[in-house]
């Protein structure tokens, strides 16, 4: 049985439904905080309160996807780390290089649960057979979050064997493996200059509608690599930076 998070437990106590209910204003004001948009330049959200009380101010600059996610991630604080003094800059929201113990990756699994929440979001997945960026876009169009969270909720689902892989033209950022994945598939740094993702970051190449096959060697450093095939599809993020879905056979998980 799948645990409920502090955050859907929230959502399920206001009687949340469907993802078009999830409003993050009123389930804020719910908690005893106000959230406000303005020009923010040196950081994304914050958050400001007392023992009761607390306001949240987000950069009324940013994409409605990274506001809606600013506010899920200062109500996560708020949560877990009232009463401490946090900066959350531009970096720290929405960063999967955070380690599982730091503040800010605890604020972002807090908003990970609030936006997508798995009690609504694992019934779409059971009719799904296999991860794309096409299907990624029509969940994260439905609950107004970005791409990059919604394939991070479906890597941690654990119901598709894919690895993500986020790279800048110095190489390998962040990565992200379902728990299926067995550890000795280890990425590597660099992309491939055979791999279509090469062709995107510094080709320019557009982005495909389907996942092309490569030999795993492209992707993956362990011995015997060459004898698997898997998927890649990939998508530019903002900043240069491109997000690869890799589906590995199912038969390479034992």
């Given at each position: 049985m799948?645990?409920?998070?502090?955050?859907?437990?929230?959502?399920?106590?206001?009687?949340?439904?469907?993802?078009?209910?999830?409003?993050?204003?009123?389930?804020?004001?719910?908690?005893?905080?106000?959230?406000?948009?303005?020009?923010?330049?040196?950081?994304?959200?914050?958050?400001?309160g007392?023992?009761?009380?607390?306001?949240?101010?987000?950069?009324?600059?940013?994409?409605?996807?990274r506001?809606?996610?600013?506010?899920?991630?200062?109500?996560?604080?708020?949560h877990?780390?009232?009463?401490?003094?946090?900066?959350?800059?531009?970096?720290?929201?929405?960063?999967?290089?955070?380690?599982?113990?730091?503040?800010?990756?605890?604020?972002d699994?807090?908003?990970?649960?609030?936006?997508?929440?798995?009690?609504?979001?694992?019934?779409?997945?059971?009719?799904?057979?296999?991860?794309?960026?096409?299907?990624?876009?029509?969940?994260?169009?439905?609950?107004?979050?970005?791409?990059?969270?919604?394939?991070?909720?479906?890597?941690?689902?654990?119901?598709?064997?894919?690895?993500?892989?986020?790279?800048?033209?110095?190489?390998?950022?962040?990565?992200w493996?379902?728990?299926?994945?067995?550890?000795?598939?280890?990425?590597?740094?660099?992309?491939?200059?055979?791999?279509?993702?090469?062709?995107m970051?510094?080709?320019?190449?557009?982005?495909?509608?389907?996942?092309?096959?490569?030999?795993?060697?492209?992707?993956?450093?362990?011995?015997?690599?060459?004898?698997h095939?898997?998927?890649?599809?990939?998508?530019?993020?903002p900043?240069?930076?491109?997000?690869?879905?890799?589906?590995?056979?199912?038969?390479?998980?034992?």
């Amino acid at each position: 049985m799948t645990t409920v998070t502090p955050a859907e437990r929230i959502l399920m106590g206001l009687g949340i439904q469907h993802s078009s209910e999830i409003d993050l204003e009123a389930i804020a004001w719910s908690l005893g905080v106000a959230v406000d948009y303005r020009a923010l330049h040196a950081c994304e959200a914050l958050i400001v309160g007392s023992a009761k009380r607390a306001v949240i101010v987000v950069n009324s600059g940013s994409r409605l996807e990274r506001q809606r996610f600013s506010v899920g991630h200062e109500i996560g604080h708020w949560h877990h780390h009232r009463g401490q003094q946090l900066f959350c800059g531009p970096n720290d929201i929405g960063n999967p290089r955070n380690g599982p113990l730091n503040p800010e990756r605890q604020a972002d699994d807090f908003a990970s649960d609030l936006i997508l929440p798995n009690y609504l979001l694992q019934p779409i997945l059971m009719k799904i057979r296999r991860v794309t960026i096409a299907v990624a876009r029509e969940i994260a169009d439905q609950f107004k979050v970005s791409r990059t969270a919604t394939l991070i909720k479906m890597a941690q689902s654990n119901r598709f064997p894919i690895v993500l892989a986020c790279h800048s033209r110095d190489g390998l950022e962040w990565s992200w493996r379902a728990p299926m994945v067995p550890r000795w598939w280890r990425l590597q740094a660099r992309l491939d200059r055979e791999s279509f993702a090469y062709h995107m970051l510094f080709d320019g190449a557009g982005e495909e509608a389907w996942a092309r096959k490569i030999g795993a060697d492209a992707w993956f450093e362990f011995k015997g690599a060459d004898e698997h095939e898997i998927q890649e599809q990939s998508l530019m993020l903002p900043n240069s930076r491109l997000l690869t879905v890799i589906t590995l056979p199912e038969e390479s998980l034992d």
